[in-house]
């Protein structure tokens, strides 16, 4: 055999002192052994053949060069890429999210459906979603979830809770709905928190409605951005508020979702003061989503900082792994649990695929953030989704038409990411998020030797990892 | 495979796809890798199993086994849906009389249900 070798697409990581790598783009992780990772060496400054290898190896590496070949570690021949698969349509739904109104009690200021950079252009439409759209949409996602055996029915705003009556209404027409076809169904909001009240939380979680309560932290850094019309903060609205729905509401896990600004970039204070103090079961959270010249962008030196505090969490998060327990960064949790499956993703999120937002006026959109705006309607919930609108969306996002992604390792894992990221930064949702790849392969890094560590070191708890994710 | 070891369930369904494209298949084998030693598939003339099959002409006298080699693998060690007793509710003492199978299959029990 005269086959010459050269490194296939990997990004190699170490935790808990095994030696491992992230294949790329099928998204495995393979842990090494020491021949192994001898011959990833000797690649390192270039093509080499194989009888030099053998030679210099020994004849028993013959077996590890056939290992590291046939899972695509070590590559021969031609180096190009099989162009990736496009998803099978029409695809069957999974969830959908209603923007139950668009209206909202608050004046946050970096919003993206009322800040500077909004998509919507509501005007003339409905204002809020009456009952028979809500319950068209239901009939819609049982109908189009061919296949599926549980499907998920979020409600969104605007403000959640302005709307509480429909929301009601739509899960019991839903629960019933699902159970004559034989569908199990659950349901999720989120709110600003300023309209719990005794009774709205007691149905919650009666219902077992899950919730994530948008909150940017304690009073002096939730209030900076998160106002009402009149300026005025809402934390001491809601900070009792929230007390009360997590003494309450024990049925499903409650999480805080905290948006990062260039004035709230103290992550460390943030969580203790959501999780400790108040007592949210998980926090998560995201860069705002903003065109780099707003005063509340955060810039570069401003998410290494982020990274930064980022790392320190998940090294907390490591050694509750490591004891077997609950930490509850929900940033390291969802990556894990990508990495643990090995996604390998075509597009970056499931929106016009398994997932669609629908509008108050019953117009679909690829998800909640585009509801409302004309550009990116893709149907209306009585005629269904517009096929050729859907196939146009879903082809301009697919990782396939991203060149800047097709040598980055991390494209398994983000696949350009956040469509409405990429609408608000380069007016174009099929962009790749080039302003964030830094922080992606840094933060896709730091997760891999979290996960390589508790694979060496607890392997049993990512067992907690075997089925999210893949939930039909 | 032996150097990497598959961590996620995505590099599991790799090995999967590898060993499918790559190995060999080794029927009935006893766990994977090269067999280790002579491997005797059962029901051939190595073991004496008495028999009730017939010839192409219907009977038994141009078998190339003997006729009663097949009695055993239908009645205990193989199922097979012959017409045999069945060993574990009507009739478990069937060949009680047949301690050595080469030397006393003729003083198998007749059954009449």
């Given amino acids: 055999m005269t086959s010459s070798y050269r490194l296939g697409e990997f990004h190699p990581f170490a935790g808990g002192g095994k030696s491992y790598l992230y294949l790329v783009p099928s998204g495995a992780i393979f842990e090494l052994d020491g021949p192994s990772a001898a011959v990833i060496d000797r690649l390192r400054p270039g093509e080499r053949s194989r009888e030099d290898l053998l030679a210099e190896l020994g004849p028993d590496a013959a077996e590890v060069l056939d290992e590291l070949a046939q899972s695509r570690a ?47 252009n509501p005007e003339g439409k409905a ?3 009456p009952e028979d759209t809500a319950r068209a949409s239901v009939d819609y996602l049982l109908a189009n979830s061919q296949g599926r055996r549980s499907v998920h029915l979020t ?3 605007g403000e959640t809770l302005m709307n509480f009556p429909v929301v009601r209404s739509t899960i019991e027409y839903a629960r019933e709905k699902a159970r004559a076809a034989g569908k199990y169904i659950d349901f999720s909001l989120t709110t600003n928190a300023t309209l719990l009240t005794p009774h709205v939380i007691e149905y919650l979680a009666e219902n077992q409605v899950g919730v994530t309560i948008s909150i940017d932290g304690p009073k002096e850094l939730n209030d900076q951005l998160r106002v009402f019309a009149n300026g005025r903060g809402i934390y001491d609205i809601i900070a009792p508020k929230i007390r009360e729905l997590l003494a309450r509401h024990t049925s499903r896990p409650i999480g805080a979702r905290v ?7 103290d992550v460390l204070k943030i969580y203790r003061h959501l999780k400790n103090d108040l007592g949210f079961h998980e926090v998560g959270f995201a860069p705002v989503t903003t065109s780099p010249v707003r005063l509340y962008a955060i810039g570069g ?30 940033n390291v949790t969802d990556t894990l649990a990508e990495l643990h499956q090995g996604i390998s993703k075509a597009h970056p999120c499931g929106a016009a695929l398994g997932l669609l937002g629908v509008g108050p006026s019953g117009d679909l959109a690829p998800c909640h953030r585009f509801v409302d705006s004309d550009a990116h309607k893709l149907g209306h919930i009585s005629t269904g989704v517009d096929r050729a609108k ?34 608000v930064r380069y007016g174009d949702t099929g962009h790749a998020n080039l302003h964030y790849c830094d922080w992606i392969r840094g933060w896709t890094d730091v997760c891999l030797s979290v996960y390589g560590e508790i694979a060496a070191r607890n392997p049993k708890f990512l067992e907690h990892f075997d089925e999210r994710s893949s939930a039909q | 495979m032996r150097h990497l070891r598959a961590v996620n369930r995505k590099a599991v369904r790799v090995e999967e796809w590898i060993a499918a494209e790559h190995g060999d298949v080794f029927a009935l084998q006893q766990g994977g890798g090269q067999p280790t030693r002579p491997h005797y598939p059962m029901g051939c003339s190595l073991v004496f199993s008495p028999g009730w099959e017939v010839d192409s002409a219907g ?28 060993h574990l509710n009507n009739y478990p003492d069937w060949t009680g009389k047949c301690a050595s199978a080469t030397k006393d299959w003729r003083n198998i029990d007749l059954v009449f249900p």
């Fill in chain 1, 301 to 330: 030196g401003g998410l290494d900082l982020v990274l930064e505090q980022f790392k320190t969490l998940a090294r907390e998060y490591l050694d509750h792994a490591l004891r077997g327990e609950h930490h509850g960064f929900s």
């Fill in chain 1, 390 to 423: 859907q196939a146009d969306f879903l082809d301009r996002g697919h990782i396939n038409r991203k060149i800047e992604c097709h040598t980055c390792w991390a494209r398994p894992v983000c696949s350009g990411g956040c469509y409405h990221e990429a609408h």
């Fill in chain 1, 155 to 157: 409600f969104f705003g």
């Fill in chain 1, 259 to 265: 948006t990062l600004t260039s004035q709230v970039v």
């Fill in chain 1, 74 to 120: 070590i590559v021969s021949g031609p180096g190009f890429h099989d162009p990736v698969e496009k998803a099978p349509l029409p695809f069957p739904l999974n969830t959908l999210v209603l923007n139950v109104t668009n209206q909202c009690n608050l004046s946050c200021k970096y919003c993206y459906e009322f800040g500077e950079d909004r998509v919507a």
């Fill in chain 2, 59 to 86: 009977g038994t006298a141009g078998l190339c086994q003997p006729v009663e080699r097949d009695l055993y693998d239908c009645y205990l060690s193989c199922f097979w849906p012959a017409q045999v007793p069945d």
């Fill in chain 1, 127 to 129: 204002k809020f979603m």
